[in-house]
Each structure stands twice: as C-alpha cells, then as structure tokens.
C-alpha cells in the first residue's frame, strides 16, 4: 500500500518517487526481497502512486486556494507575479507554451512547475480547467513543491523548476508498505 504521506505505522520500505524505479522493483519483485517475506505488490502500483500524489497535490492547492493563497488566470497571476504576491508558478501539461513564457519572464527566478493538467488544475479551483496559477510563500506552499516534485517523478514528462525552493531536509521519498 503507498503511504504518500508517510504517516502508516511499521516499518516501510522507501523508493525514490520516480516511476522507473517503482516499476522495476514491481518487476522484479524487490519488495519481497527488502521484507524478507512474500508481499502481494499490483502490478499497477506506478499508476496507484501516481494518481494518489495527483489528488494530493490538487487537495493542496485547493487548500492554498481556500487559505487565500493562491490565484488561477492569465491576468490574475500576471498581478500576483507583478506585485510579488507569488512564490510558485504553475502552469498546466497542456496548457499553451506562449503564456506560460510569458508570466515565467514577469516570475524570473520563482520556481515553476508544469506536472498538472489543466483538469486537474481546475478542480483545485472548482472550474473544469485552469492553465495558469501562482501561490504565495508559506508552509502550504511549500508543502505542495515536495508533493509536486514528487508527481513530476512518476509522470513521463513534468518540465519543473523546483530547485530553488525546495527544503534540503526534505528526502523527497515515499513509503510504501506490503
């Protein structure tokens, strides 16, 4: 079972969240052999881990939204990144290339991320799609840059800018447990 958050009880066995990884050890059935005892592991388990950090990451944002803390919109963004009320800019997988350069020009250094769709950016904020958002600083934010950096890993092809602003604490893992 992933423990996406790393919250269930017992010991655990870690993987990188990058989906190659998670495939292989199914593959190869490297659970079993780290627990030294049969583990029952689907073999769907990449796409299980993915889809949990997708809702986790949409709860996220939602939760940013509700706090205040986070806007969605060309223009809307665009007068976050203007008045520096930005930490975070998002753009959606499938969203156009055109306006997301040009509210990543307005953020120059803010770490970018663009690992949801546009559906899934959407119902964040309640609408069917959403190409553009930006969240303030804080603990949320920061919170969701881990989670994102972690869905960027088990999707084919994020394009992301996390680096600046993510914890070096943080170990960037998830938990799974059989």
């Known amino acids: 079972m ?21 495939s292989r050890a199914v593959a190869k059935r490297l659970f079993a052999r780290a627990a030294r005892r049969p583990v029952a592991v689907p073999a769907e388990l990449a796409d299980r881990v993915e889809e949990l950090l997708a809702r986790r990451c949409i709860d996220a944002l939602g ?3 509700r706090a205040g803390l986070a806007v969605a919109g060309f223009d ?15 753009a959606a997988l499938d969203g156009a290339a055109a306006g997301t350069q ?4 307005l953020g120059r250094d803010l770490p970018t991320a663009s690992v949801l769709t546009a559906a899934e950016l959407g119902a964040a904020f309640g609408r069917e799609r959403i190409v553009h958002a930006a969240v303030a600083g804080g603990k949320l934010c920061d919170r969701l840059r881990v989670d994102l950096a972690r869905l960027g890993g088990m999707r084919a092809r994020p394009e992301m800018d996390l680096a600046p602003a993510m914890p070096a604490q943080q170990d960037g893992g998830s938990e799974a447990h059989g």
Do not use: M, Q
Request: overall charge positive; aromatic content about 2%.
């Open 2 to 22: 992933p423990d996406i958050e790393g919250r269930l009880p017992g010991r655990g066995l870690w993987l990188l969240p990058r989906r190659d990884i998670v």
């Open 63 to 65: 939760l940013c939204r």
């Open 76 to 90: 809307r963004v665009g007068e976050a990144l203007r008045h520096g009320r930005a930490a975070l800019l998002l």
């Open 102 to 105: 040009r509210l990543a020009a």
